[in-house]
């Protein structure tokens, strides 16, 4: 157990994190598992002749202890006297030695950590929040999960009793009661298959679940599954507490109903009746809307008339080589344009932006502060023109297409979205509620959004608009583009938007926000002020 310890703490030492929020690192990782596994297996043949060489020695001991059972007086012959001592002293040294093999396995560890990229328990904890985050998104049973049939080109296998049970744990562990149930009790119908060759202690599965359900108000049932503890372990002190616990709670139950039957609130929590209730989010009612969107669940819209596609040629820039437009939603206006970035084009800004990849950070609305998020999952790069001709004709381009001045827009950000990489809704601009001056006078807020999408996910990865019920599908090659801002300069809060889960396969995104500032003769402001009050959502 202490070889065991030291061998974890060893390996964490040093290991990388937050593997989970990039698909290009999650490559690397599926790469150097093979390298992985063949150092994995040298060492354990290593082991392996050291413990038969240990193996050897009880074989010696075995072989003496029958030999002195045989004779009387064994040790009266000095020859085995001397075979005695020497069992006892350098036999048992040589046993320790064989299977003393810290320095070993300290090395081991050293040279695997310099070696391959590695994940972290952060990352195991990430991986496991974003599979429930794409359960609850695409309305994803735990059963289709556990036996590998969702509908994809990367199948997968089933899952183990154990691996469900740790999609359960680790939910427990981060007080999320509602996954913490579904995949306790997917664990146990997996045990059920699994016979005599159990994966997992059904007694710990059935101690985890008893918990989860009678934190979600689930006494009854909490009641029935720790009895089953019992049954199975009859000395299992805090099942028996527990029981007593529960028992107790429901008898107060049904004391305060006899008293107060038109207690809402009692009728509500009913311990006697199942539920699993999701918790709550901070979107609120928004937070449907949000995941219909991106499910592009079949819905009753009415398009406008005014919608169109067409070559646009606008620009003297664009007469030579006009673009594919197309006007996505009328009010606010959404374009996109397609065929819009080459090839090349995109190898180049991946490879650019490659090294570059740290987690994304989002602005605090409490403190203002640059921050990691769990709203946001992915990892973004910075790119000037200045490091490739391309990116400077790539801005040349967006001048010509937006007919904006790119003297004040931000520097190009890519972003690569690992396992279930998103970014709920939220605005481009800063608010007026949003704490000090977010941008500067000099720059001015973000008057626009420029999208590139440098990738097609196989399923997911939709950049959707709740407030306006529009959804964009990510296609290689194609950009989508925005006004975040009035011609009066207030936010228009109809752009709240959001980036989708990626359920299947992988979405890299390149955007550029465009500033105020040097815009004032190209936006030019209406002769009245739009109707766009300071909204919360």
């Known amino acids: 157990m202490k070889l065991l310890s030291l061998l974890i703490a060893l390996y964490l030492g040093t290991v990388r994190s937050e593997m989970f929020t990039s698909y290009e690192e999650m490559k690397r990782l599926a790469a150097s598992q093979h390298l992985v596994t063949e150092s994995l297996q040298k060492f354990s043949q290593f082991c392996e002749q050291r413990l038969n060489e240990a193996k050897k020695v009880v074989e010696e001991f075995k072989k003496f202890s029958q030999e002195s059972d045989n004779q009387e007086n064994i040790i009266g012959n000095p020859v085995n006297a001397f075979l005695l001592i020497k069992l006892m002293v350098k036999d048992l040294q040589n046993f320790v030695d064989n299977l003393n093999t810290m320095d070993e396995l300290k090395k081991f560890v050293r040279d695997i950590k310099e070696e391959f990229f590695l994940p972290s328990n952060e990352d195991y904890d990430g991986v496991i929040k974003a599979m429930h985050r794409l359960e609850d998104t695409y309305l994803l ?109 429901l008898k107060n139950y049904k004391k305060k109903l006899q008293g107060d039957l038109e207690d809402s609130t009692l009728l509500e929590n009913n311990p006697f009746v199942f539920k699993n209730n999701r918790p709550e989010n901070v979107l609120g009612i928004e937070r449907d809307v949000y995941e219909s969107l991106c499910r592009e669940d079949p819905k009753d819209s009415k398009k406008s008339k005014n919608l169109f596609c067409r070559y646009a040629t ?53 403190t203002g502060q640059y921050e990691t998020a769990e709203y946001r999952i992915s990892k973004s790069g910075w790119l000037t023109d200045n490091e490739h001709p391309t990116l400077v004709n790539l801005t040349s381009l967006l001048t010509a297409v937006t007919n904006l001045s790119m003297s004040t827009a931000e520097e190009w950000q890519i972003a690569n979205y690992g396992i279930g990489g998103q970014y709920e809704p939220h605005f481009d601009f800063a ?99 739009e109707q766009s009050p300071e909204m919360y959502f």
């Open 431 to 529: 608010r007026k509620s949003d704490p000090g001056d977010a941008f500067g006078s000099e720059i001015g807020n973000r008057i626009a959004t420029w999208l590139f999408y440098l990738e097609t996910p196989e399923v997911g990865g939709a950049t959707v608009f709740p407030p306006v019920g529009v959804r964009v599908n990510p296609k290689r090659r194609s950009a989508a583009f925005w006004y975040n801002l009035h011609p009066s300069g207030d936010g228009d809060y109809r752009t709240r938007h959001a980036a989708c889960p990626v359920l299947f396969g992988t979405k890299w995104v390149s955007n550029k926000w465009i500033h105020m500032v040097g815009q004032e003769f190209l936006r030019k402001c209406n002769l009245k002020r």
């Open 141 to 249: 049973r735990p059963d289709q999960i556990r036996l590998g049939k969702l509908k994809t080109h990367h199948p997968s296998r089933p899952l183990t009793a154990f691996e469900c049970f740790e999609l359960g744990r680790v939910a427990y562990e981060n007080q999320d009661y509602y996954h913490a149930l579904r995949w306790m009790n997917e664990s146990l119908v997996q045990l059920e298959f699994e016979g005599d060759k159990p994966s997992v202690n059904v007694v710990q599965v059935l101690d985890y679940y008893a918990f989860t359900t009678a934190k979600q108000g689930n006494l009854k049932h909490a009641l029935d599954l720790t009895k089953k503890i019992l049954t199975i372990e009859p000395d299992h002190e805090r099942a028996q507490f527990n029981i007593d616990y529960f028992q107790k709670e």
């Open 314 to 366: 606008y620009h003297p820039m664009l007469k030579i080589a006009p673009v594919k437009e197309e006007l996505v939603n009328d009010d606010p206006k959404i374009w996109l344009f397609h065929d819009i970035i080459t090839e090349k084009q995109i190898q180049i800004m991946k490879e650019l932006a490659l090294p570059k990849l740290k987690r994304a950070i989002v602005r605090s609305p409490i």
